[in-house]
Nanobody, 121 residues
């Protein structure tokens, strides 16, 4: 069994900053990629940022230059530093990990429970 636990959401004014963190634990053999997705009311879940074990990152165009994803492979954690937040960034943010579990060894997607980010104008 694998758990992803998120922290760091909240309410912030436009132009402010928040930092999200996610820690993965359990029967983990290795983690290929970790990332953050978000879902706003009435919209589909979208990719925000991902980072592989080797370090390459990917961002949705709307957050480039404002958000930074980072990862600690030794601790199985991923963070998302969000600066210059805008009201349109308001959503539930979900941590995702694509990883190999132990016993049995299999590749699977895991999700956190979600954390609310609200940006007021």
């Amino acid at each position: 069994q694998v758990q992803l636990v998120e922290s760091g959401g909240g309410l912030v004014q436009a132009g402010g900053s928040l930092r999200l963190s996610c820690a993965a634990s359990g029967r983990i053999f290795s983690i290929n990629a970790m990332g953050w997705y978000r879902q706003a009311p009435g919209k589909q879940r979208e990719l925000v940022a991902t980072i592989t074990s080797g370090g390459p990152t990917k961002y949705v165009d709307s957050v480039k230059g404002r958000f930074t994803i980072s990862r600690d492979n030794a601790k199985n954690t991923v963070s998302l530093q969000m600066n210059s937040l805008k009201p349109e960034d308001t959503a539930v943010y979900y941590c995702n990990a694509k990883l190999l579990t132990t016993a049995p060894l299999r590749l699977a997607d895991y999700w956190g429970q979600g954390t609310q980010v609200t940006v007021s104008s």
